[in-house]
């Protein structure tokens, strides 16, 4: 941020620092403002990229039906979304009172964290929860919040993702992983995302732009 201070460009992070100048953000907004960005807004999408990618490999009959129509690309991102999610855990919240869930009490005032990977494997709400498929209707679930809390930037990391798997699909005719399934690293560094540390890919050729 300091060196985009001595340098505004015609971006969103020169936009937010004029915003601290005209008094729109303190420099604790500001800041907080870019982190939740930069989380939200960048690493989720890409993790969800990465980790789709990955499961599309893993399970080479639905890339196959995914490259033969391309219109189940917005179903596979769900899906994706469902199994993989790159939000693991649901921002904390706090008992408003004393409560029983699971056979486990509760107090007011008690920190909650929910696991919206446990939820995008619900077996009371998917039929064969375990099975990745890019056809599965309804494909609801919770990755991306619900009601109040629901995620402002959806509709935006829904487009990034089409564009991505679509661009993937059209621009690489085969490509597989470079390593055994078991070998890709997984890594939780906030409490919320979750994604691969590296998807190491082998390619089989590259069609142009």
Not at 118 to 134: L, Q
Not at 160 to 174: C, I, K, S
Request: net charge negative; charged share 25%.
């Amino acid at each position: 941020m300091a060196e985009r201070r001595a340098d505004l460009r015609d971006d969103l992070l020169s936009e937010l620092i004029r915003g601290r100048y005209t008094g729109v953000f303190s420099e604790r907004e500001l800041l907080s403002t870019i982190l939740l960005l930069i989380i939200a807004g960048h690493k989720t999408v890409a993790n969800m990229v990465t980790s789709g990618t990955a499961l599309l490999l893993r399970h080479p009959e639905q890339l196959a039906l995914l490259r033969a129509d391309s219109g189940l690309i917005p179903a596979a991102i769900e899906e994706i979304l469902r199994y993989e999610g790159s939000a693991a855990w649901a921002s904390l919240r706090i008992a408003a009172q004393d409560m029983e869930l699971g056979g486990v009490p509760i107090a007011k005032g008690s920190f909650v964290h929910l696991s919206l990977s446990s939820a995008g494997h619900d077996p009371d709400v998917y039929d064969d929860p375990e099975r990745f498929d890019i056809t599965r209707s309804p494909s609801r679930h919770l990755s991306f919040g619900h009601g109040a809390h629901f995620c402002v930037g959806a509709p935006l990391a829904r487009l990034q993702g089409e564009l991505a798997f679509g661009t993937l699909l059209r621009r690489l005719p085969g490509f597989e992983l470079a390593v055994p399934p078991d070998e890709l690293a997984w890594v939780a560094d906030s409490s919320l995302s979750r994604g691969l540390e590296a998807l190491p890919l082998r390619l089989h050729g590259r069609l142009s732009r």
